[in-house]
């Protein structure tokens, strides 16, 4: 079993910044991506930003240019830095996390998530 736990969300100002970890622990074959989730009220969760094992980073849109993925894999943890947060932003985040097993067979692990409140 893989657990992810993360830390890091909370109340900011627009145009402040946050940045988001999230740990995995447990036992993984092979680690293909890492990435970043969220979900407003009343809307369907949405892809942030995923990073693959030896690929590039994606964003999508609406976090370019604001947000940056990284990954420690010595710890088993990727971050997620976001600057020049807006209202638009605040959502529950979830991390992510695709591997295989020996087998093959591919698995998702989802963190508990963490609520970003931007407001004044």
């Known amino acids: 079993q893989v657990q992810l736990v993360e830390s890091g969300g909370g109340l900011v100002q627009p145009g402040g910044s946050l940045r988001l970890s999230c740990t995995a622990s447990g036992s993984i074959f092979r680690l293909i991506s890492m990435g970043w989730y969220r979900q407003a009220p009343g809307k369907q969760r949405e892809l942030v930003t995923s990073f693959p094992t030896g690929g590039s980073a994606y964003y999508a849109d609406s976090v370019k240019g604001r947000f940056t993925i990284s990954r420690d894999n010595v710890k088993s943890t990727v971050y997620l830095q976001m600057n020049s947060l807006n209202p638009e932003d605040t959502a529950v985040y979830y991390c992510?996390?695709?591997?295989?097993?020996?087998?093959?067979?591919?698995?998702?692990?989802w963190g508990q998530g963490t609520q970003v409140t931007v407001s004044s």
């Open positions: 992510n996390v695709r591997w295989k097993n020996s087998l093959a067979y591919e698995y998702d692990a």
